[in-house]
C-alpha cells in the first residue's frame, strides 16, 4: 500500500512524504476546491489550507475508509470554512412554488462534463455549494444543514432554486443549438 507508506512518512514530517502525498492528490483536490469557489485563485487558497489541515491531523486517520475520501472531506469541509469565514450568507427562506420546466434529455448528451460544471460554477454562491453538496458529494439535506448551520428546507429551497436555473441556462443552450 502505497498510501500506507506516505501517511507514515508525512507523520513523521518528512518532507518528501509529504510532497509526494501533495502531488498525488492535489490535482483531484483541485476539482473539487474548484466547485466550491468563485474564483480559480480562492480555489488554490482553499486547497493550500486543506493540505495544511491534512498534514497536521494525518495522525488521527483511522484507516476506517479510503484515505482520498478523507482528504476530501477536509477539503470539502475546508471550503465551507472559507466562505463561513468570508462572511458567506445563504438565503434563509423556504421553498418557493415555481414551475419546473422539462429539459428534454438529449441536451445532457450534448453537453461535455466542463459545460456542465461551469453552469454549475455560475450559480449563486448558496446553490452552488448546496447543489455540489446534494449531487456530486451525495450528502443529504440534513447532513448539509448541519455543515452550513442552516435548516433542512433551506437546503432542499438552495437545491429546487439551483437546478432552476441550470434548467433555464440548458433551455437557452438549447435554443443556441438547435
Known amino acids: 500500500m502505497p498510501d ?18 501533495f502531488v498525488k492528490y492535489a490535482g483531484k483536490m483541485m476539482v473539487v476546491c474548484l466547485r466550491y469557489a468563485r474564483r480559480p485563485e480562492e480555489a488554490k487558497d482553499i ?4 493540505f495544511i489541515k491534512v498534514f497536521d491531523n494525518i495522525g488521527q486517520f483511522r484507516h476506517a475508509g479510503s484515505f482520498e475520501g478523507w482528504v476530501r472531506r477536509i477539503m470539502i469541509n475546508t471550503a465551507l ?3 463561513r469565514k468570508s462572511s458567506f450568507r445563504m438565503e434563509k427562506s423556504g421553498i418557493e ?42 450528502y443529504s439535506h440534513k447532513e448539509i444543514a448541519d455543515l452550513l448551520e442552516i435548516s433542512d428546507g433551506t437546503s432542499r429551497s438552495q437545491l429546487a432554486k439551483g437546478r432552476k436555473i441550470l434548467q433555464k441556462k440548458i ?6 443549438i438547435v
Open 4 to 21: 500506507l507508506n506516505l501517511i507514515k512518512g508525512c507523520i513523521r514530517e518528512d518532507k518528501s512524504s509529504q510532497k509526494a502525498l
Open 47 to 50: 486547497l493550500q489550507e486543506g
Open 81 to 83: 470554512k472559507y466562505y
Open 97 to 138: 412554488s415555481y414551475q419546473e420546466n422539462a429539459v428534454e434529455p438529449e441536451i445532457y448528451s450534448q453537453l461535455s462534463e466542463k459545460e456542465i460544471l461551469k453552469l454549475v460554477g455560475e450559480l449563486p454562491d448558496g446553490y452552488k455549494m448546496v447543489f455540489n453538496l446534494y449531487v456530486i458529494e451525495g
Open 171 to 176: 433551455m437557452e443552450l438549447e435554443k443556441s
